[in-house]
């Protein structure tokens, strides 16, 4: 029965008592480990960089500040003795704002170098203002970014000024408490004196974690203070996808440009080539084969209606008379070609971007088509006019109303989205009996 004892419950202590151990070992081993690792050395470079670096940048932004209250107090109570003190005052209070802000930036791109050198941890910029120099100096000291990096310094004299501090004490006090254990054994020290080079010899294994901690505090606070907030890193990001936008924008329209230039002076060359001689055909061979004549006449109609449908297209893709007359000659040709009275207003004194016009010549091309198709009107209006960087066109018919951009069969719902491509509106008002009015409003310069 002992034996049995021994093998069922024996085995599961022995099992325990071999697995304690291990753990005890291994937690030792992940202590001691953080020794040579290198991640310890870099949290321990990182915080010993940043012990004079914090303590100098926090002192010099101090100083400055102390300098600019010392000359704003002695001009409010009135400085004492030559005017020359007084003009000094003054420039003591203009210089040190710029002076200081400058110190600010200066010291958090050192600071985000540091991070991104020895941590490797890429701590982006704030968003610079813009401006005139008087005026950028105001948006700047407004700027919350610029208050978030004077508190980062500030701060850093606890985080990396005491941290570092530490970090070093601890480093310093292991090793020379291990340099010398034999020697401080000899004299058989007791009491107090044990205490202390045992306290001494921990602290050398403390000091990679320490480092460790100090570095991932100081990681925390240069995230939430050097680099943008959320709010500045979602405008940045807007203003990327507009400006990636915008660049979509211009490459598909410089590439209905090209395919356009391609179509007209290649394919469709072709087919008037093919047309003419079709038709040449048709007429000197009058005399030939009725099945002959027949199939030389209907692959004259083919050929033409293909050149028709080709010239739609092309202009459908971009129009040509936009590049070579501008969107007056191009709207006007649209109005001249409706099949309904279109009266056209055009007041643009200076011409809007390339992928603009092209916008604003499908939205009256498309809107007339729509009128012509679905209004039953008797005749439309067409106005073109821009205000400073807006293009606004309008469009109306009498027609008996209820468009909407709502489904497939209007076309008025690619209107909105050729619209939106380029930050721009389209409204439509269309009330049942009529009349419509379609009003699109485009930015001049996207």
Request: proline share 5%; with cysteine.
């Amino acid at each position: 029965m002992a034996r049995i004892a021994c093998g069922g419950y024996g085995e599961r202590m022995t099992s325990v008592e071999t697995t304690y151990p291990r753990r005890r070992g291994g937690a030792l081993m992940t202590v001691l480990g953080a020794l040579w690792r290198a991640r310890s050395w870099r949290a321990t470079l990182h915080a010993l960089i940043g012990l004079p670096l914090d303590i100098g940048a926090c002192a010099i932004i101090v100083g400055l500040v102390g300098i600019w209250f010392a000359a704003v107090w002695s001009l409010l109570e009135g400085p004492s003795g030559a005017w020359v003190l007084a003009v000094l005052y003054v420039v003591i209070a203009v210089a040190s704002p710029v002076a200081l802000l400058l110190c600010v930036r200066a010291f958090s791109a050192l600071q985000r170098a540091r991070f991104r050198t020895v941590l490797g941890v890429e701590i982006p910029a704030p968003p610079r203002v813009t401006g005139g120099w008087p005026l950028r100096l105001l948006r700047a000291w407004r700027a919350p970014a610029t208050w978030r990096q004077l508190s980062y310094h500030l701060m850093a004299l606890v985080i990396g000024g005491v941290g570092g501090a530490l970090v070093a004490m601890c480093w310093l006090a292991g090793a020379l408490a291990l340099a010398y254990a034999g020697e401080l054994w000899s004299w058989r020290p007791a009491g107090i004196g044990l205490v202390v080079i045992l306290l001494a010899l921990a602290m050398l294994p403390a000091a990679p974690w320490l480092a460790l901690g100090v570095s991932r505090v100081d990681e925390v606070a240069a995230r939430a203070l050097l680099g943008p907030s959320r709010s500045e890193q979602l405008a940045q990001r807007v203003e990327a996808l507009a400006r990636s936008r915008a660049d979509i924008v211009a490459a598909t329209d410089a590439e209905r440009r090209r395919i356009e230039r391609d179509l007209h002076d290649g394919t469709q060359q072709r087919l008037v080539s093919l047309a003419m001689n079709l038709g040449m055909a048709r007429a000197n061979l009058t005399d030939a084969p009725e099945p002959a004549r027949q199939a030389i006449e209907q692959a004259h109609d083919q050929a033409t209606q293909a050149l028709a449908e080709l010239r739609d297209f092309v202009r459908g893709l971009h129009p040509a008379v936009i590049d070579d007359r501008g969107l007056d000659a191009a709207l006007s040709g649209i109005a001249a070609h409706a099949p309904l009275p279109v009266r056209l207003r055009i007041d643009v004194a200076t011409r809007c971007s390339p992928s603009i016009e092209a916008i604003a010549y499908f939205v009256v091309s498309e809107a007339l088509t729509n009128v012509a198709k679905h209004a039953h009107a008797n005749h439309a209006e067409v106005t073109v006019q821009r205000t400073g960087d807006r293009l606004r066109i309008v469009v109306t018919d009498d027609g008996h109303g209820g468009a909407a951009a709502e489904g497939d069969g209007s076309g008025l719902r690619g209107l909105v989205q050729r619209a939106a491509a380029v930050d721009g509106t389209v409204t439509i008002y269309s009330p049942p009996g009529g009349p419509t009015t379609i009003t699109a409003e485009l930015p001049c310069e996207s």
